[in-house]
């Protein structure tokens, strides 16, 4: 089975793949002060709780736009399921051609979900990703990365607002009934929440004057399902969209995974 693993900067999500299917979707907050081994007993503790054993995962793949974490989780890799990690990077095959200033510098997610966006729907396609950030990335007719949009997230937005100010207070991040608040719970879901889907419908339509009107829109990340019940311009919300991209570029480097890591010296007495 293939283990794949995105790394980001609130939440680390992963995926257990039987070929094509997915089997488990595991989720645990990052934090870059956990060691290898701490992530390893709750990854194998969430595992066994899904009903896997450890011991089946032959292969991993991962992305991660944090980089203090990198490190830990191909550590992690080596250590609990002896095998070298498929790390997404400059020298990785992903089959996407990108046209950006410098390449480099795209989140190696962003390259992710592109690439599964592109296998799932097919281009011209707009991706937006709810995630610290809102991130949105075009790719167009021709299969080729644009690049895209970045904006905080909405998580960041209300808790800036709760930490800047005196008086306002962290809300549940639902739509109100109306965009008018009566109240200041009422008035933060606004702007927040109808706020967003404003900035989301806005960008879509400016993406989709350079793209064409037939460019698929595809939302993904942990808000994507709050904000397309008030922005109606997703084709199709895909929680699972960087989870299938790894497995995807995964394929496209089958057998780069199989390298073994070398065994720690003993060290005699």
Not at 19 to 24: H, I, K, N
Not at 220 to 228: E, F, R, V, W
Request: hydrophobic share 40%.
């Amino acid at each position: 089975m293939l283990l794949t693993v995105d790394v980001g900067n609130s939440m680390v999500n992963l995926g257990v793949f039987d070929d094509e299917r997915l089997v488990a979707n595991l989720r645990v907050s990052t934090d870059s002060r956990r060691s290898s081994d701490e992530y390893g007993l709750m990854l194998r503790d969430l595992l066994a709780l899904n009903g896997i054993d450890r011991t089946v995962i032959t292969d991993v793949c991962m992305c991660s736009v944090v980089p203090p974490l990198t490190g830990v989780f191909e550590e992690l890799s080596e250590t609990y399921f002896q095998v070298k990690p498929l790390t997404v990077n400059a020298g990785v095959k992903t089959g996407l051609q990108i046209n950006y200033d410098n390449p480099r510098d795209v989140g190696t997610d962003r390259i992710v979900d592109a690439v599964a966006a592109i296998e799932l729907y097919g281009p011209p396609i707009i991706i937006v990703d709810f995630g610290t950030a809102t991130v949105f990335d075009a790719v167009s007719r021709d299969g080729i990365y644009l690049g895209g949009a970045i904006s905080p997230g909405i998580n960041v937005a209300a808790e800036a607002l709760f930490l800047n100010t005196s008086q306002l207070r962290r809300v549940e991040l639902v739509a109100p009934a109306s965009a008018i608040g009566q109240n200041t719970t009422e008035a933060l879901q606004s702007g927040l929440v109808l706020g967003y889907a404003g900035l989301v419908t806005g960008l879509v339509g400016r993406f989709k004057k350079i793209l064409g009107d037939d460019a698929k829109v595809v939302g993904t990340g942990g808000l994507a399902g709050i904000i397309s019940k008030v922005a109606d311009v997703f084709d199709d919300i895909n929680p699972d969209l960087t989870l299938i991209g790894l497995r995807l570029i995964y394929e496209k480097n089958q057998g780069r995974t199989r390298e073994k890591p070398r065994p720690s010296p003993q060290v005699s007495d």
